[in-house]
């Protein structure tokens, strides 16, 4: 009897990078009377994941020096701001706010494929890119 010869899948490789800030917000579309109606603030954490190739000579996805650099404008925006006057914040959850960070990372050769944002050290959200 022959046995057959069983291949290895290909490797799926993610690398994640965590960043912070701080900022405030308030949610204008809570009931009256929510604590989250009123102006408040967070310690941000935000974790951000890419997807992609290891390079046959550096033997990475990307350098994470690159995603630093890729999350750098956006810190920019957010540190130290009143998140509802960001252009596309105006109504700050953890959740929106994880897809406008998904939305504006970008790295040649590699997919996000998440980003987590938490808010305080039990609070958080991830949303992830649609399979396909």
């Known amino acids: 009897m022959e ?3 069983l291949s290895k899948p290909p ?3 993610e690398i994640s990078k965590e960043f912070t800030f701080e900022a405030a917000h ?5 009931p009256p009377g929510h604590k989250c109606a009123r102006v408040h603030g967070h310690s ?3 974790e951000i994941t890419l997807r992609g190739p290891v390079h ?3 033997g990475w996805v990307v350098d994470f020096a690159e995603l630093t650099a890729a999350w750098q ?3 920019a925006q957010l540190d130290h701001r009143l998140l509802n ?3 596309g914040l105006e109504n700050p959850t953890s959740e929106l706010l994880a897809a406008w960070v998904f939305e504006r990372v970008n790295i040649p050769g590699t997919r996000v494929t998440k980003v987590r944002v938490a808010e305080t ?6 949303v992830f890119a649609a399979e396909g």
Do not use: M
């Not at 308030?26 to 809570?30: E, G, K």
């Open 44 to 46: 941000y954490r935000i």
């Open 85 to 87: 006057e960001v252009p």
């Open 73 to 75: 404008p956006l810190q």
């Open 26 to 30: 308030r949610l204008p579309n809570v």
């Open 56 to 58: 046959p000579t550096f």
């Open 11 to 13: 490797l799926i490789t």
């Open 3 to 5: 046995s057959a010869t």
């Open 121 to 126: 050290c039990t609070s958080s959200c991830t």
